[in-house]
């Protein structure tokens, strides 16, 4: 960037970015597999936290349940388990790319929106079914 | 025509001196994970809400621990590539990008040195 002899950037107009830009379905895809890899980045505390807890013994793993059963626990979870179907499925939409298939803008934006509509869909009925199998009380 | 010296082209690496390595091992990393998520999603919808004795004894099956093992080995090895390119996408002073790219590593190493030794104590 050119900057004056004060070291003072020169205003000049910025180009436009995320908030002038209209969000294609890939852009939107795009950003949301690079923070669902940061988010999922954070949840390997939360697996560590998870094995350690049970290795540990019952007032550990109690702790961990505790958390886990709380509400706030549950977004976490939730959130986590989405951003991992997401990035899955996202993921295979990549490989397929790095084999050269779907590059189409079409079917780039029916793989997109496939893609997000599946990852909702798996997270909700993982938890439909977790908390079925234990009768509402994770 | 190249312009590129003899050894620049039997080298193959390219302008940014890494050639295709870190694009390759992040995608064997993706393929292995593939079937390995998918069986980790199965397992903690029927654990997280088990007693302990029951998630243990389900870890402690060798198949299991090492499905387990190679899960957390698979995705912080993903995870330490995919995070070093988000680091050098947005972070652009010298120092602290080097020294968040080393620190990017050492979590990655940490956080499977504490799986693997948990794992170890479940399933041993």
Known sequence: ?138 | MSVQTPLARVEGLGAAHSGTGHFWRLRIGSVALVPLSVWFVCIVLSLIGADRSAAIAFLAHPVNAILMALFVIASLHHMALGLQVVIEDYVHGEGSKIALLMLNHFFAWIVGAVCLFALARIAL
């Open chain 1, 1 to 138: 960037m050119a900057e004056k002899a004060t070291g003072a950037p020169a205003a000049r107009p910025l180009s436009p970015h995320l908030q002038i830009y209209r969000w294609p379905v890939s852009m939107a895809t795009s950003i949301a597999h690079r923070a669902t890899g940061v988010a999922l980045s954070a949840g390997t505390v939360v697996v560590a936290w998870w094995l350690c807890a049970l290795a540990a013994g019952p007032h550990a793993y109690g702790a961990f349940s505790a958390a886990a059963r709380h509400p706030v626990g549950q977004i976490i979870l939730f959130l986590f388990v989405w951003s991992l179907a997401f990035h899955l499925l996202n993921g295979i939409r990549h490989l397929a790319w790095d084999i050269g298939l779907g590059f189409e803008v079409r079917t780039a934006n029916r793989t997109g929106i496939l893609v997000i509509a599946l990852s909702l869909l798996l997270a909700i009925a993982a938890f439909a079914v977790a908390y079925c199998a234990k009768g509402l009380q994770l």
